[in-house]
């Protein structure tokens, strides 16, 4: 597939056209996503640089125009790989992306594009991760849901609505001497040490740390780490964006000895007051697996659950992809992956993570 190569893109919906943007597109396309309902941190233009330049990955946004004007979008990413096939996704390696359109019949057209494209591109298969149903039949996985913290100008309104099983949690961890600092580039060794370690126990390969360094140069004013630590040593990090009013919770991750101290009461009370406090109306905490763990500990901060709605696409016809951890293989390379020493999976991590959409 070339980025050049519209010829696959016949679609329509009324009289907007469906073609391949181009690199001079980038700020009426950003400017697209904050005037349109769904449009999110994830959709930025700049995600396709990021994805280019650290990982490799052919980065194809399609865009919907009529009369010349932008009516809808569909950021997609090539993930070629001998071990898990050719992966055209929306969006690989965050929480979801999928079609942000004016109207459902402009969503369908990317869509339909978009499985053209990976029908024409030999892609195995078209991965559309999105936070509303796509009105096309197509295959889709509810396994995902989002965990949504709506937010006050006040903290304190959160706070008190709290359980107060759930303030005394809080109170209780920072008796332990715990404290958060927040920050930007000067914060990305102590973010990457501390992902390491959890990714590594978690069976997880990590992608390397120009990725994370090539995502806050390239959204400095819309990025935060934030960093819980006891005294002079990190327990528990975090990787937030923020666009639209909305902030995205990337990554998190913590060390086992913030297991032990409750350090995520810490970490994630002091996000969600920084937000309010920076006037945001939403914290996205992030996607979790239904009915998992994660998604009972995001309860606690009286988070809601939206539905996502993974789409995906077969030109061959054949089933839906199984690379989830649900997979008997998928829970063997994890086990396999935490016996591994730490000095092999800094070195193997990154060049498997960065083909793991």
């Excluded at 865009?63 to 993930?79: C, K, M, Y």
């Excluded at 309104?157 to 949690?169: D, G, I, P, Y």
């Excluded at 077969?314 to 396999?336: F, H, K, S």
């Amino acid at each position: 597939m070339h980025a050049t190569d519209t010829s696959a893109l016949p679609e329509t919906a009324g009289t907007a056209a469906v073609e391949i943007s181009q690199r001079a597109d980038a700020a009426e396309w950003n400017a697209f996503l904050a005037r349109t309902p769904g449009g999110s941190f994830y959709h930025l233009f700049e995600w396709g640089d990021v994805n280019r330049s650290e990982l490799g990955h052919e980065f194809m946004p399609l865009v919907a125009r009529s009369g010349g004007n932008i009516v809808g979008v569909l950021p997609l990413v090539f993930v070629r790989s001998r071990i898990f096939g050719r992966i055209l996704c929306s969006m690989p390696f965050v929480n979801y992306g999928g079609p942000c359109a004016e109207t459902p019949s402009v969503a369908v057209a990317l869509t339909r594009a978009a499985m053209d494209a990976a029908k024409s591109g030999g892609a195995d298969y078209l991965e559309l991760r999105c936070t509303s149903k796509l009105d096309v039949d197509i295959p889709v996985s509810m396994r995902k849901v989002s965990m949504t913290v709506e937010l006050a100008p006040d903290p304190d309104v959160l706070w008190n609505a709290f359980t107060s099983k759930h303030r005394k949690n809080v109170k209780r961890a920072y008796k332990d001497e715990l404290a958060t600092k927040v920050g930007g580039q000067e914060l990305l060794p102590t973010f990457y040490s501390i992902m390491e370690e959890s990714w590594r126990s978690l069976g997880t390969p990590l992608y390397k740390r120009s990725y994370f360094e090539r995502i806050v140069a390239t959204f400095p004013e819309s990025t935060r780490i934030f960093i819980c630590h006891r005294k002079d040593e990190p327990l528990a990090a975090a990787f937030c964006g923020y666009h639209n009013g909305i902030v995205e919770g990337l990554w998190a991750g913590g060390t086992v000895a913030s297991r032990k101290l409750d350090a995520n009461y810490v970490l994630y009370w002091e996000m969600i007051r920084d937000s309010c406090q920076r006037g945001f109306q939403r914290f996205h905490l992030g996607r979790s697996t239904a009915d998992s763990g994660g998604e009972v500990f995001k309860q606690k901060w009286n988070a809601t659950a939206s539905q996502l709605y993974w789409h995906f696409y077969r030109p061959d016809g054949g089933a839906m992809p199984e690379l989830n951890v649900a997979n008997p293989r998928y829970q063997l390379a994890t086990r396999i992956w935490r016996k591994l020493p730490a000095a092999v999976t800094r070195v193997v991590g990154p060049p498997l993570a960065r083909i793991i959409p």
